[in-house]
Structure formats: structure tokens, C-alpha cells
């Protein structure tokens, strides 16, 4: 029997972890788990697998290890024909601050592209479409079509890129304290790479977000749609494995067709050429940045998300 784990799937630290794994009831099954630097895997209920981002100290700002470690960890609980349901937390007062804008880390340094986006060694806005077209639209797109229902329980703030660890997925249970925003029309863009803005929010809301940069809290995002339930703090981690247990129960063949047919309802409403479009634009985005400012963002607009984090704080 050949084996699905390849070095080639894995970063040398997380294979050098793993042994060849096994054939238990119709999943391959490890028999020692592979280990992850910047998020945790468990499976904290039957049935139920969990992904947690592992960097509260950066408020779980997203390095390219990190994107990496969550689509190999989703892989393992895809193949795993025990696992019904996978739930996605992070550590810490905050869920994602975003990407990691101090994350060095190149495209090819941890392994080759797993989707395919060759090109990335081309200087300028090629090389750098190739990256985000790998690890942000990329990841984002596959994980929202993966066949196993996805819950993410958010507390804090969820930034920008924070929000692509949150809208590929299926059900969002947030906590009271949950914020969600996407700033970075002061960086001189559009909007974050994942760009379903209008589908989660509506077209109006989805435009004031962009526009002023100002966070919409949990109970406005249920109200919107956005969000499944609101749960108080000291409760989210109970509830969402409570929501999960349930789903889990019912038959997975019924849980990957109801999804497959939510999804594809979306689809039929444009959602991915949407998405495509203002991917493109995202990049002129970039490229226009670099002519004026030498930069892929205007640095204006982080003094500009500064201020208006603090009149936030004190208002």
C-alpha cells in the first residue's frame, strides 16, 4: 500500500516526526502525531478534530509556517474516516491580528507550492501574485470546498487576514468580545486576498467596513448573517465542542452533500468570479503601491489603523 504522506506534503520538522502510518477502519491513522510549530492539533471529542493557532504572542498573526501548518493539519482530518467535523480556535486575548507582516519567510523556503503556483521566484508583482495566489486565494478557496463540515470559534479581534481563517468556513461561533475587521483600504487596497466582503456582510455593510475600517462587533454580525451564534467568553470553547458533537453524529455522506449544496448555491450567485475579480484588483493594488511608495502597501495607513484603533480604545 503506498502511503499518502509524502516529503513532499510535509516540511522537514513535521515529517522527520511522523512514521508510516496505518490502515484502521478505512483511515490511515498515525501512529505517532506529527507535531506543529505555530498551531496545535487534537481531536478533543469523538468524531471531532481541532486546529488551534499556537501564537498568542503575536495575537496569532499569520507566518507562512502557520497558513502551511493549517492546510496540512486539515489534510490529516480530511483523511481521518473517524473525524465527522473539524473545529478551528486560536490561543490567546485575540484570534488573528492578520498576516504577519514581519514573517521573512519566502515562497520556497519551507517546501514547493502544494497548489500548483509555480513563478514565485520572478522578481516583482509576477513572483508576488504567485504567492498569494498559492497561500491566500489558494488555501482560502480549497478550504471553503474541503467535504468535512468546518466551525470556527472566534474571540477578540479578528483583523484582515484574520477574517480568511473565518469566512471559508462553515459556521462561526463568536465570542461576546468578537471584533471583526479589514482595514487595509488605508494601506491603498481593496480589501483583503479572500474577497467575499458583500457575500457575508451585504453590499452596503461590506462597503462601510471597507471604507471607514471600523470593526463590526458579534451581535451586529449575527444580526447580519455572519455569525451562527454569540456565546459569552468563559462559554465558547463548551459550545462550539457541544455544536460539533452534534453534527458529528449525523452521517458524514449527509454532511458533505449539504455542504457540496450550500456551496454550490453560492457558486451559482457568482461567488468565485467575484472573488477572482478583486483578487486581480488586489494585486494592481500592490503593484500601484510599489510605484508610488517602493512597497506592496501605502505606509501611511498603519499610522491611519493606529489612530483609529486608539479613538476606538478611548471612545
Known sequence: MSTLFTKDWFPGAVFATMVRPT????????????????????????????IT??????????????????????????????VNVVIVAADGKNFSSGHDLADRARMGDLRPPVLGFGGYRHPGPQGHMSREQEVYLGFCWRWRNLPKPIIVQVQGKAIAGGLMLIWPFDLIIAADDAEFSDPVVAFGMNGHEFFVHAFELGHRKAKQMLFTGEAI???EAKALGMVNEVVPRGELESFTLSMAAKIASRPAIGLKTAKMSVNQSMDAQGLWNAVQSAFNLHQ?????????????????GLETIRRDARASREG
Open 53 to 82: 493557532l499556537a501564537r498568542p504572542d503575536k495575537h496569532n498573526a499569520q507566518s507562512l509556517r502557520m497558513l502551511y501548518e493549517i492546510n496540512d493539519a486539515l489534510d490529516l482530518a480530511m483523511d481521518d474516516d473517524e
Open 23 to 50: 490502515r484502521v477502519k478505512g483511515s490511515m491513522k498515525m501512529a505517532e502525531a506529527p507535531t506543529f510549530e505555530d498551531i496545535r492539533y487534537d481531536r478533543p471529542a469523538e468524531r471531532v478534530a481541532r
Open 217 to 219: 462587533g458579534a451581535a
Open 284 to 300: 494592481f493594488g500592490h503593484a500601484n503601491n510599489v510605484a508610488l511608495h517602493g512597497q506592496i502597501v501605502d505606509p501611511a
